[in-house]
């Protein structure tokens, strides 16, 4: 079932399949999933295909409990993922909280944490694992959760499959997968996608070409695979609108353009090798190497005629980075214990540019530069993690089970100002860090009877800043997004505690249920605040709280698939602070607050981009054999917009628009599979059943443009709330077929 735990049905007379989850990047150690004490949530191959979900974070948001989206940059492959309050984001400027690994490599980018899902090859994915909490086992950044991902084998996805699709916002798409055995043990699998559309707002089409390929050999003790990913996408994504602008055409755009182009290759080598009956060694080893390009479009805030005419600014940012490590693992059975130790070390280079060049916004309002591009910044970065860790599974009873891990990181962080000595730039960032932290955790699980379980569990994690944290985290210098980089106070790296405790179980005719609570506490967390539409600063927070709710039910049979699931999320502020929001109607009322665009925040007041309360249901109906229908509908509860972080802000008709919140909503997909034959399978998508208008993310910001859509003089810019639009219905349909093994 989408977003719950895979099993196979047991045959007459066997034993029910036991599902196992890997609880380290490294493959090779597998726990009874009734073992673990969370709430861990799997996903397969199979449930993506039955979703259509364009990519991963689609899938996530329509089918795992506690995920929503924010579709900031008005693209479907540069969302941000929320889980639990915490974040796995492609755009700079998010403070990120999800590590997100495949085949054991971590995918977070060196440079900022981020995460491009461009960059995950779909039709290679095998299976999905996300494990909450602040897990140290995975290492840096896991913060509120692990996303793990493991790619197919040719041994396990034989044959060869072509997949053609086409419909709305001129998507059309294609996938190619062939998979096969080599000789005795060995396994060969390959998969090239492709995708093209026009996008649903305008000047926002998009290129994504992804390749995969893995070779490998089962050979007694001795298991190997080397795999390779490719990505080279171009994505353009035209961001937030006013409201405004808005309720005049949800097609538009505010300025542009939005342009992202991301290349990376990645080579990745997995073996495991078996001493004994009771020992294991394991090994995963990584080299990546990536160039991303980002061109944006936006409204000049030094425009101030006559002195400065140039209505428009136009930034370029260039990123070249290089990374790699190597981890091993030793896995050893004794008695009651079962012992993991392990090693890793991981380093970085990063090369980046940022220019930026004054022009005049056309009619389109796309900028057209007048001048040459300048440099702002010019920066060599490296950053080196050793890391070690142990974990030790002990069955204290047949139906009883404690768990301990820990985790210690040596984290460095240097950065050079190459812009300063080759350019004359006035910059000041050279500069060195260095983090340690050992944290550790503890879980309980209790098999009370053969159909309940019991679990409880405390863990600990840690995030060191990254270099565009570093760089930026000075009030009095915002950054222009994506990158404007300073001379700044030193950061902390970000504590994380979390507590979780729950029940799962089984009733008759296969129906499962599970119940959850969890409470993450973020000491020092790293938020960025917002001082404009494109500008703001990185700053350590006393504290944040998130806990919540999690409740689920599914059931499996022969002909009808479904999970219903319901998440509470209380994400807040746990502490007193002045954070600048210019466009807040409150701001510099707060005598405690007394900087220029200051607002108080004060403890309870709720974090921005994160609904209270949501619930999804997903339903899959066998009809016939060779038909079938699926249904997912999903409702989100209302949620603050950034820079109404007090939750004060109000309209007033004249100087300020907009509530600061944006409404709920609730979406159906609905989605249908017909097998010709043996070979050939028809399948079709309707998305937004009912054309609802919503929005997934706002923001509070000035809007320059008047309502004739010119460029306004600057005193009449206006504190204006922007949202991100959603998608409007969508229909696709596609053919998939089998070429034979």
Known sequence: ????????????????????????????????????????????????????????????????????????????????????????????????????????????????????????????????????????????????????????????????????????????????????????????????????????????????????????????????????????????????LPESMLSQNRRQVYTRPDRTDNRMSMLTLNASYRLSDVQTISMTAYTRRSRYSTLNGDLNDDFEPPEVEETGVENRTYTRQRGEGVALQSTYTAGIHQLTFGASVDRARTH????????????????????EAEADALLAGKSRTTSIYISDLITLQPNLQLSLSGRYNDTRVSTRDDGRALLGLSTQLDGEGRYKKFNPAIGLTWQATPRLTAYAGWSQGSRAPSPIELGCSDPANACVLPNALQSDPPLKQVVSQTFETGLRGTLDHGLRWNASVFRTVNKDDLLFVSSGLSRGYFSNFGRTLRQGVELGLSQQSDKLDWSLSYSYLRARYDSPACLVSESNSTEETSPACTGEGEIAVRPGDRLPGLPAHSLKLNVDWRITPSWSLGAQYRVYSRQTVRGNENGLHVPDGADFSGSGRIGGYALLDLTTRWKLGRNVELFAKVANVFNRRYATAGQLGHNGFDASGVVASPDAWRNSQFVAPGAPRAVWVGMRVQLGA
């Open 1 to 240: 079932m989408p977003g719950q735990a895979q099993e196979a049905a047991a045959q007459p007379g066997s034993l029910p399949a036991v599902e196992v989850v890997s609880t380290t990047p490294v493959p090779g150690i597998e726990v009874p999933k009734d073992q673990i004490p969370s709430n861990v949530q799997t996903a397969d191959d199979r449930s993506l295909r039955r979703a259509q979900s364009l990519n991963l974070p689609d899938f996530m948001s329509t089918q795992l409990p506690s995920v929503n989206v924010n579709e900031i940059q008005g693209n479907p492959y540069q969302v941000d993922v929320n889980y639990r309050g915490f974040t796995a984001s492609p755009v700079l400027g998010t403070p990120q909280g999800l590590s997100v690994y495949q085949d054991g490599v971590r995918v977070n980018e060196p440079f900022g944490d981020v995460v491009n899902w461009d960059l995950i090859p779909r039709a290679a994915i095998s299976s999905i694992t996300l494990l909450p909490g602040s897990n140290p086992l995975f290492g840096l950044n896991t913060l509120g959760g692990a996303l793990s991902l493991q790619t197919k084998r040719g041994d396990t996805h034989p044959g060869t499959e072509l997949e053609l699709q086409a419909g709305s916002f001129g998507r059309v798409s294609t996938e190619l997968t062939h998979g096969r055995k080599l000789g005795e043990g060995g396994h060969l699998f390959l998969a090239l996608g492709g995708l093209n559309e026009d996008g649903w707002r305008n000047y926002s089409p998009s290129r994504v070409r992804q390749l995969f390929a893995k070779v490998g050999q089962d050979s007694g003790k001795l298991s190997w695979d080397l795999s390779f990913t490719h990505g080279d996408n171009r994505m353009i994504g035209n961001g937030l």
């Open 352 to 371: 980046f540019l940022q220019t930026e060049a004054e022009g005049f916004l056309v009619g389109t309002r796309a900028v057209v530069p007048q001048e």
